[in-house]
């Protein structure tokens, strides 16, 4: 989301990046900070620093040189613009601007011509001199990074302002270096669809925005020739272009802001590019007349890191045969030059023979099919469909260093095979190395692979590895869901159950759901299940609800055998049905369910569908309490206070209690409050027994609620009167008559307040 201080209203344009100097352009690499209210410039003196605008994009150095966003960035730049007024007096402005044939770019119409409202219009300020910047990518490394004088036009009486587009003159031939963009353009886009963008927000070094970068959902309603979308952007991201996520192909000219993370219906605006380029007159290639994108993914890290490992010439000349221009490139070289022994080919004459497929080849070779049984996933796509042959690894049983070794070995025969990315990731994260993990699971799910997609997304909702990004995670798993991964799909059901990452939707989260039941996948079933049991998104249904806990039950699923469990045991979509119901926990609670252990250990201590039998029930209690399960924990202090299937003993039953209390379960703060405050196997302390008393009050305990004046003793009641006056509950006088005042101090406590 943007920044609200750094955009302007929709009824205004997106302004570039502006700082001011004196007298001389002064053009340089610092970024600046830069606030704009309305279309007024407020400058804040950073000293050169780097910029601390903050938003939802990333450097594009991040990703590999064959990445494909890596190589459209290639020809756009930053337009730096050197405005002067009479005084002499001058402000350097950014804007993005993409290299076109003949040393052309094309941007904004606005970046050298504001508004008339614009606090550079009314100060007088012209644009005297302009500069492209192209490769600027790292601010320490500034090497690469090329300067070209930009021809200005004339400011009055273009055509092209209806479009917000203009196109400069280049000198010095930036196209020998860095080539010309292809205007592979389309007007196919949806709301909800999935944008990138390239560009230089607030004069930084080139950045792409891709997470939450969307066609917005109200597109229906806008103007001829706008696309609302959003996209994170900044002043500077001016004349950037609005890319088709799936394929790069250009749907707009990005050219006002207007998007706030306070205002769920904001959004940017681009213009579409077919009418810039109608309005322009520049050759396009439409969608039908576009040649199929090459997707190659990032990779010469991986095979630099391939090849180092390994060793060996083939490797290193694998590297070489597809990163020449790799920034390591040397170092292979050399190792070429010094160790690999050149030898005249052997001309052969034969017949000419049939290319295998990748599918033949990828099957007769020993690293990936070492790589899919070394670190492989079960429930890789890839199987249904053949491609892979192997049955893959348990997770807990891969060996990390072997996996690696192999599946780089892998990686070196298929650079761009998603599948050995997701393999390598997948060994990297045995061994808890996230955040190499998730550059590997990020190649693979930019490449469209499934697996990688939910991994991705799993790291990213937990924080794993950075800090927990929801919505990114949101998103990969939309993109997995979307390729029906059933996981994805489950995963993506409880984002929208529990409102994360997305907004709150039962309907959306039902959907999903089924859609991963369907498939047999046991959590989807569980939690479509449990949809029904609540009539959450859908209407209740117990029967269905019994139908899809017992399929996931079936598979072994133990939350599942649990719930089927209580479904017996109340009654609910079948006959009431105590051994029945015991039958299940005892599956559930033989894997080490918590939650089955305790009430297995209930059912054994009261005779609910199984003889009375207290050693049993002090085993599975104390099995769950062990687990640090609350209830489980106070219930094995009861044990030890009331002496059933054990020695009686008060001390012990305390330290239970105490566990069960400050884990927050209301039932274990009420009896240690209770034993504090009698002195009953512990030392009297009135103080903390009002302490624990409020806590279970709070957790929905009303023990002390029901509790009669005359059984209160004095000291603790008037500890629990000083506790509730301080919470703002009571008003009364500290007396210790637990009265109706105190009571009703007590009931507001347990509503919290």
């Not at 010439?313 to 170092?331: F, K």
């Not at 990020?442 to 990688?452: K, Q, V």
């Not at 939309?478 to 709150?504: F, T, W």
Request: hydrophobic residues 40%.
């Amino acid at each position: 989301m943007n920044l609200a201080r750094i955009l302007i209203s929709l009824a205004l344009l997106a302004v570039p990046q502006m700082t001011l100097a004196q007298s001389e352009c002064k053009f340089a690499y610092e970024d600046r900070l830069v606030e704009s209210s309305g279309a007024d410039f407020q400058i804040l003196d950073l000293d050169g620093n780097p910029s601390t605008i903050k938003g939802n994009w990333t450097p594009v150095r991040s990703r590999s040189l064959n990445d494909r966003i890596r190589k459209f960035s290639r020809t756009i730049g930053r337009l730096d613009v050197c405005w002067e007024d009479d005084a002499g007096k001058t402000a350097i402005t950014y804007c993005t601007a993409t290299l076109l044939e003949k040393n052309r770019i094309l941007t904004n119409f606005h970046c050298t011509n504001p508004a008339k409202s614009s606090r550079l219009t009314q100060l007088g300020f012209l644009p005297v001199e302009a500069r492209l910047l192209m490769g600027f990518e790292d601010r320490f490394q500034t090497d690469n990074v090329d300067y070209y004088r930009v021809v200005l036009p004339a400011r009055a009486g273009s055509p092209v302002d209806k479009a917000d587009a203009q196109i400069f003159q280049v000198r010095g031939q930036p196209n020998r270096k860095w080539g010309e963009t292809t205007l592979r353009i389309s007007d196919d886009f949806e709301p909800g669809e999935a944008m990138i963008i390239v560009h230089h927000p607030a004069g930084m070094v080139k950045m792409y925005s891709s997470v939450r970068c969307n066609i917005k959902d109200s597109q229906a309603q806008a103007k001829d020739n706008v696309i609302r979308h959003e996209c994170d952007t900044a002043g500077g991201s001016s004349g950037s272009l609005l890319l088709r996520e799936r394929d790069l192909a250009i749907v707009g000219l990005h050219h006002q802001g207007g998007l706030t993370p306070e205002d769920h219906r904001s959004f940017n605006q681009a213009i579409r590019f077919a009418y810039v380029a109608d309005q322009m007159q520049l050759a396009v290639l439409t969608e039908e007349a576009a040649p199929k994108p090459v997707v190659t993914g990032g990779v010469c890290d991986q095979l630099f890191d391939a090849a180092k490992e390994i060793g060996q010439c083939v490797g290193w000349e694998a590297y070489l045969a597809q990163c020449a221009n790799h920034p390591l490139a040397a170092i292979g070289q050399a190792f070429v030059a010094n160790t690999c022994k050149s030898e005249e080919p052997q001309v052969v004459i034969a017949d000419p023979k049939p290319t295998k497929s990748l599918q033949a080849r990828m099957a007769d070779s020993t690293a990936v099919q070492d790589c899919d049984r070394l670190a492989g996933s079960a429930e890789h796509m890839d199987i249904t469909s053949g491609m892979m042959l192997q049955p893959g690894i348990a997770f807990n049983s891969i060996n990390t260093a072997r996996a690696v070794k192999t599946c780089k070995q892998a990686l070196v025969e298929f650079p761009d095979q998603p599948r050995m990315l997701f393999n390598t990731a997948r060994a990297y994260q045995s061994d808890n190395n996230y955040s190499t993990a998730v550059r590997f699971y990020r190649n693979s799910a930019e490449l469209g692979d499934a697996a990688a997609q939910v991994n991705l997304g799993y790291i990213l909702e937990q924080g794993l590895a950075s800090a927990k990004d929801e919505v990114e995670a949101a998103y990969w798993y939309r993109k997995s869901a979307e390729q029906g991964h059933a996981r994805a799909q489950d995963n993506l059901g409880i984002m929208y159950a529990n409102g994360r990452g997305v907004a709150q939707d039962d309907f959306e989260a039902v959907r999903w759901h089924r859609a991963a039941a369907e498939q047999g996948n046991m959590f989807g079933q569980t939690n479509l299940g449990y949809m029904y049991e609540v009539g959450r998104g859908l209407g209740q249904n117990y029967a269905q609800a019994l139908r899809w806990y017992r399929l996931a039950a079936d598979q072994g699923y133990a939350l599942a055998q649990s719930n089927l469990a209580l479904m017996y045991l109340n009654g609910r979509g079948v006959s009431k049905d105590a051994p029945e119901a015991m039958r299940w926990f005892q599956k559930a609670a033989d894997q080490g369910f918590a939650r089955a252990q305790v009430n297995l250990g209930y059912s054994y201590e009261v005779g609910q569908g199984v003889p009375i039998d207290y050693e049993k029930s002090l085993l599975w209690y104390r099995k769950a309490a062990d687990q640090g399960h609350g209830l489980a924990q106070g219930n094995l202090g009861l044990m030890y206070s009331n002496g059933r299937g054990v020695d009686k003993d008060e001390v012990e039953a305390n330290r239970w209690y105490r566990k069960s209390a400050d884990n927050g379960h209301g039932n274990g703060q009420t009896n240690l409050a209770y034993n504090l405050e009698v002195g009953r196997g512990i030392k009297k302390n009135p103080s903390e027994a009002a302490e624990y008393y409020a806590k279970a009050i709070a957790n929905g305990s009303d023990w002390a609620i029901g509790r009669k004046a005359s059984e209160w003793d004095l000291q603790t009641a008037k500890a629990l009167q000083r506790i509730m006056r301080d919470a703002g509950v009571y008003d009364g006088s500290i007396d210790g008559q637990m009265g109706p005042s105190s009571k009703a101090a007590m009931r507001r406590l347990a509503k919290g307040g």
